[in-house]
């Protein structure tokens, strides 16, 4: 066997399937050998005592990207892939959205340009559409498709939603072409009465945000989605999912299969609204869409992972300044829907859930990597992406099980300028990261450059599903 660039030696390798001692050899950026490895090697490293997992996937998280307020959230590739990386994330799919000013091949070379410049691990985007009558989009939405670009993000709320009948000629065209249809599923109805009944009630501070997202307005949002699937027996992936009635519908709707699958956050396994109850605006700091819940969504969001009715966790990383660029631009006292919603996660979102798998009774650790690399790499079709096997990108993190950290006001790597995990300890850290073989973190401190990363073109969906078409659609198609 030829010698081989790098063995990381001795540790206990976690894969979604495996949980055992083994070296991992490397060459060429890809893993090529896993076990007793005796080959001749340029570099070792002893990972004796250490745990390695694959680099995170975070299949859902905004880089560069202009709000529905029209604020541009606070991180660059530069500073959002930094703080992914000393995380231990090594691959991101953030979004490139459709644009006004330009076509939606343009806007798609627009971000892959942006990322090109300052993205520090690999990535690929999600198309947010937001205008179906614009010129040519369905064409150049199946061009972009083929391209490689194989998930679509529509909206059912906020000023870029688009109507049911434009959601199902998206899923008709992800049907023809093979494309994921992501959805940020609530019902704009219910929001837009509810937050306008407590606007007029002087009801205007953070705490109330929580109210004006009624939980219905997700679960009727999901069950109409789950429809749309079961019509068109088309991918869907539900965004976000918060309520524990959500994961009843979409555990009913997989049993009878429906092509639907959704993924959660840790800000809805680990926070409840009573976050937003802090002095003055300091609350925003918390606000998000869907707002957190409760403790007994708590449970059955833990439930719905262990069972595979959710199948993976993103950050959902949303970040914005507690400042005028950001959550206060509309000035200090602003009611609460003036206030941008969205809170920064890339950095922690596999900290927080290597702690609570690996030191609790929150599942298995195979599960840890099943949910936070390598379904999302699987569902969202990145090849190579998200497990630890010869032909596999060397994208590896090599973890301090015995490292305690409690999270400081502003510690983070991003450019949020505050920590919205404050006062949370985590047992296990994340101490050295390699994308491609590249270590890239040594001891949580960066070593690598903007412009390491690289698109990652999807020529395949990455979710087969044999389901059927309801006999209407199919009559329709004929």
Known sequence: MPELDLILKGARVLTSQSDGMADIGISNGVITALGSITTPTIQTIDATGKIITPGGVDAHCHIEQ?????????????????????????????????????????????????????????????????????????????????????????????????????????????????????????NDGLIGWTKDQLLKSGKTTPPFHAISHPRLAEIEAVDRLIRFAEFFATPVMLFHISTREAVDAIRSAKARGVPVWAETCPHYLFMTAEVLDADGDTGAKWMCSPPQRTKDDHCALWDGLNDGTL???SS?????????????????????????????????????????????????????????????????????????????????????SEKTITYGANDLHDNVGYNPWEGYTITGWPTHVFLRGQEIVTGGALQTDPGRGRWITRPHLGITTDATPAREYVEATR
Request: charged share 25%.
């Open 66 to 186: 202009l709000s529905g307020m029209g604020l541009m959230n606070a991180d660059t590739f530069e500073t959002a892939t930094r703080s992914a990386a000393i995380g231990g994330t090594t691959t991101t799919i953030s979004f490139a959205p459709q644009s006004a000013d330009m076509p939606l091949a343009d806007a798609l070379k627009d971000y892959e340009k942006r990322a090109a410049r300052g993205a520090l691990i690999d990535h690929a985007f999600h198309i947010i559409l937001s205008d179906l009558d614009a010129p040519d989009i369905r064409r150049d939405l199946r061009n972009a498709i083929r391209a490689g670009h194989r998930s679509i993000k529509v909206f059912t709320t906020y000023n870029i939603q688009l109507s049911d009948r434009d959601i199902c000629d998206v899923l008709a065209i992800a049907k023809e072409e093979g494309a994921l249809v992501c959805v940020h599923a609530e």
């Open 311 to 313: 199948s993976l966790v």
């Open 316 to 400: 959902d990383h949303a970040p914005y300044r507690f400042d005028k660029t950001g959550k206060l631009s509309a000035g200090p006292g602003a009611d609460f829907s003036k206030k941008a919603n969205g809170l920064p996660g890339l950095e922690v979102r596999m900290p927080l859930m290597f702690d609570a798998m690996m030191n609790g009774e929150k599942l298995t650790p195979q599960k840890f990597v099943e949910l936070n690399c390598t379904a999302p790499a699987r569902l969202h079709g990145l090849p190579n992406k998200g497990d630890i096997a010869p032909g596999y990108d060397a994208d590896l993190v090599i973890w301090d």
